[in-house]
Every structure is written in C-alpha cells, then in structure tokens.
C-alpha cells in the first residue's frame, strides 16, 4: 500500500462504479437467462407438484437439499473473514471481505429459496415461523428443521447487518460524488454518514460487537445444517463428526468461491494495489487448512463406520465406494482432497490460473460432496429391497443452474453500484498523511 | 464519478469557524491545543476511525452502545427460550415419547439463535441513537463533499466574535490548510449573543449512562417478571387440563401414567 494516499483509494474504488461494458452486460444477460429458466422450471414444478422432480422412494432429499446446504456453504467466507479475521485484526481481510460478504448474502439469499422449492407448495411457507393462529398450531422447536430456518434466518440477519454497517461510510463516499437523483438515493442510503467523530466513536464500537456476534454463528449455522442430518436415524448421516465436518467444508468452498468470484473482478477492475496475490495466497491457505481437515473427516467416517462394527452404516460406506454412486465419490474426492494438493507448492498457490481452476474444481466438489451425503444414504438404507438409484430431473437441474444466473444477477448489480472495496478501511492500512513526514523528506 | 473541488463555497454561520486538513498530526495538536484554550463544543469529521481522535476527545470513555448489546442479547436469550417453552406448553398435544415438555438442550439452539439476533438488533439500534442517524440535519459545516475524501475537518461551534478570532489564530497556528472564520465571511450580518464558555457542555448530548443502566435493569425485570409469570399461568393452566385427563406433570415427564386401562 505504500504510495497510496487517501485521495486515491477513493478514486481508484470508486472508478468502475455505474460503467457497464459488453462483457458485464453479457454476464448479466447470461444471469437473467439461467434465471429465467430456473423460475420457469419452478413453475413448471408449482404447477404439476413436486412429481416432477426425479425423486423416488425412498429418496425424498435431493438436488434441491444439496444445493441448499451447497449455498449456504458458500456463504459462510464472508462473515468467517469479515468477523473472524477482523477479531483476529488479520491485514490481508481488508481488500477481500466486502465482496465475500456480499457474496454471503447473496448465497443466504439463493439458499432460501431452496427449503421452499423442496417442500413443493411454496406458498404454504411461511407454516416455519411462529405466528399466533386459531388452533394453537406451533412449530416443534425440538426437529433440527426448525432450528435450521432460526439459524440461517439469524445468519442471514445478522450478516446483512454487518454487511450494511460496513458499506454506510462507502455509501456517503459515492453520495459526495455524485449529483442529481443519484445524490438523493445514496443520500438515503447513507442515513446522513459524516464521518463525525461521534459517529466513528459508536460506529467503531457497534462494529465490534456485530463481529463478536457473527464469529459464532459462522460456526453455529452450518453445525445446525449438519444436525439436519446428523439427527435422523440415516446411515451416513448419524455422526458427532457432521458439525466440525460441515464447518470446514463451508470454509473450504466459500473460499474458493471467493476466489473463483474475486480474481476476474480485481483483474477488470484494475484492482491489483488492494486484491492481489497476497491476497490469494491467503485464501489458497484457508482452503489447504479446511481441505485438510474434510479429507481428514472423509476419513474418519470410514473408520467409524468400520469400528462400529454396524453392517448397515458400513454398508453404506462401501457402497459409496463401489456402488452406483462411486462416481460421484471419486468427483468428490478428486476435487476436494488431490486438486487442493497442488497448493502445497508455493508457486503454484501463486499462480493466478492454477488459483482460479482449482477454485472452480473445489465449488464442483463441494457440491458433489453434499449430493454424496444425501443421495447416497437415502438410497441405500436398512431395507434392500427399497434400494434405488436417483436420477435428477431436467426441472431439478433447471432450478439449480437458475440458482446460479440469481446469485450471479445480484452480485453483478452490486459490484456495479457498491464500492466491492472497503474504502475506508483500506484507507486504515495506509499510513496517515503527517506533516512530520513532509517535513523530513 | 466527479472530481472534488480544492476548495468549498458552503456558508459558515456566525460562531462558527470551520477548518480543514491535510495532516493528522496538524489536527491532533488543533484539537489539543483547542482543549488547553477551554474549548470543547467541537466537531471533527474523517473519512476513517483514528484512534488518535478518538482518545483525545473521549479520554478513553467507552461507547454506551455496549448496553444496549447487553440488554438486547439477555432479552433475545429470554425470548428465544420463553418461544420455545411456551409454545410447546401452549399445544399441550406435543407429548414427545415421554420426554419433557420443556427440553433444555433441543431449546438453547433457538436461545443461542435469538440471543445473537436481538443482540445484533439491538446493538444496531443503539448506534442510530448514538450516531444519530439519520443525521440529514447535521450543520452544513460538517457537510463538506471532501471530508469523505481525503482530508479531515474540525469545526467549531458557539463562539463569540473574539473567541471566535482566537480559535481562528489557534486552528492556523496549528497547521490548518483552511480555516473560515463565520463573523468574517458573513461580515454584513449581525452576530448572536455568544455563548460563556461555563455554559458549554463537554459533549451535551452525551447519553446518560447511568439512567440507561437503570432502564436496563428495570425492563430486565420486567422482563424476567413477564416470563415467570407467564410460565406460572402456563404451567397452571396446562397442568390442570392434563391431570383434568389423567395424566402426570410432578417430574415434568409428561407421561399417560393414570390412564383408566393401566
């Protein structure tokens, strides 16, 4: 950061806001077009029920579900390296973490929708919440179901909180250059930010306490998805391992979805001086760690599978392996346990192509991973005679690349009308202008 | 994205002298020796948090927004747990397999959840209050476009004509790259009566924090009063039905116990 002066990082993140070119514009228009075709595929299910979808008993858990936990995975590197890394008061979370956290919010946001397509009458949703009604009808507090829609409806509040609170002094940063209708909006949007020292001196303070309040939920959520399944009596799922397991396999790809995310973004944005290797590497090594500790637990389900001495889970486990689904355990374990390995050498976790492509092949692992887990065990349960084989649907499918073109949707609007930057904090690792310093040079 | 002006045009008012800079060291001796001359109505805008400042103005002081994440974290923790009792002791029909009605470890994943979201609300809400946002009244002065740039801004409020050339004196000495004087850009006008500077507050509408505490408390009881309460009612009112049908509430397991037939 040495050179920069307060002036410039402004300009400079400021720069490529309100300026389409044909590139984010066919980006946007490949978003809408996978979204059109999720919603119309999601039509297609509101209309002719969930028959529609490839499930067949005894597999009721899906695409649907896999995509669900796969999003809500994705969204958990941005509060872990908004809230955690600022609690730790690590430097290189600066330039990375407004993106990643608008990434999280835009993965909570595709997650939600997830629950509610799976349970087929959509509209019939709102029955999760509590709400007073004449017969007394409450949820049971006791199924990890309901503890799933307070946790990530708690997570995605809280997040979005964080997030807000972050952008405000940015907000004003754009309100006081611009003019017009487009004053007003950021005007709003800012609530009046000043930067007085009053408001620096609460701010500061409400901003630790929103990260001290994330740092565990990064932990709690996807622990409470894991007990979704760690919960049921399903072999496969039926393990203490699930919450640290699920954990490090949300860090796992949500960094690498940050990568995936921020590369192309810091390259056409000529954002090398605050997102660059340095960065990178970081998040290579976030992933070497959380890879690590999944490969780990991949393998530490085997063994106590093996040591229960159960034939059933056992069963389970082997015919991951050589069943009908060991195609996609040997994706995921391609994906998630070798492809990260190349890491290990420093140039390679250096190198801007080796980052982005094994990034990508983490997000496709990931998601083959929660597919294992869940199709897998429910196929394959106590009775064999109601073993099957679940074959995805083309409205499945459809929905899921639907929910890709929503996320891209939303993370392309904002890059284009928020700094994806944080500019004061940026302006944080720089040194003060001093007069002291003008003096001696 | 338009470039900044060097300079502002912006109205200054009588009693007020506004002052820009370039250096941090420059301000932090305005604001020292602004201190040392007795006075304190003051504003100082940034575009970043400097502790520099903050320690200067506030001595240390910590925020009262911390209350409010306090209060707001022990009633989310209440409430997430009273949502769950309640409920399930409200539809007396959930009698799961002899388990408790009131199930302490399935309910603290909802508490937890609950504590961390009121808490988070209510930390949020306690910033507005404190930063006073929205702020669109703020004084013009303090509005200046570079402020969120990159310069800092210090702006003196209720000051006389001769303090106000005093201030004026200290804030150039000081190394200010622009200091405006109200009285004498708006030369024609007449002044306001100033304002003695025994009259001035440090900070005056600094929260009280005490009185917060107090209120703190007071709904904490309130609060904790409401749930026993209720959970009395509950209890009464759910536990007669059942023995009304035979069953047992004396361990809190609600079993069929006194059925006819067993």
Known sequence: MQGLTYGAVTRDILRPLFKPDAVYLGLVGISLALMGWGGYCWYIQMIEGLGVAGYQPPVFWGVYITTFVFWVGIGHAGTLISAVLFLFRSKWRTGVYRASEAMTIFAVMTAGLFPAIHVGRVWNAYWLFPYPNQRQLWQNFKSPLMWDVFAVSTYFSVSTIFFYIGLVPDIAAIRDRTSGAVKKLYSALAFGWRGTDRQW????AAYGFFAAFATPLVLSVHSVVSWDFAMAQTMGWHS????PYFVAGAIFSGCAMVITLLMPLSIAFKWEKYINVWHYEHLAKMCMLTGGILTYSYGTEYFIAYYSDNAYEW???TDRVVGEYDWVFMVMVFCNCLAPLIWWIPSMRRNYAVLWIVAGIINVGMWFERYNIIASSLAHQYDPAAWTYYTPSWVEWGIMAGSFGWFGLWFLLFIKIMPSVAIAEIKELIR???????VAA | MSALPKTTDEPVSNGTVKSVYAHLDCLVDAIDSLKKAGVRDFIVTAPLPRHEIEELIYEGRPSP???F????AIFGGMFGFALCSFTHLNWGMIIPAGKPLVSIPAFLVITFESTVLWGCLSTLMGMMIFCRLPANDLQVEAQ???????????VVNNLGRKQAVKVTEILGENGAIEVTNGYVRNADEVPPEPVPLEEMGFEPDEPNTAMLARIAIVLTVLIVAGIIGSSLYFQKSIGDELKAQGYSTTTRAVTPVNRPNQ
Do not use: I
């Open chain 1, 201 to 204: 001196r609460h701010y500061m």
């Open chain 1, 240 to 243: 203490t391992l699930f919450p």
């Open chain 1, 315 to 317: 069963g389970v486990f």
């Open chain 1, 432 to 438: 003060p202008p001093l007069k002291k310093d003008e």
């Open chain 2, 65 to 67: 927004v911390r209350w």
């Open chain 2, 69 to 72: 994440t306090l209060g707001g």
């Open chain 2, 144 to 154: 200046d476009p570079r402020f969120s740039d990159d310069v800092f801004g210090l």
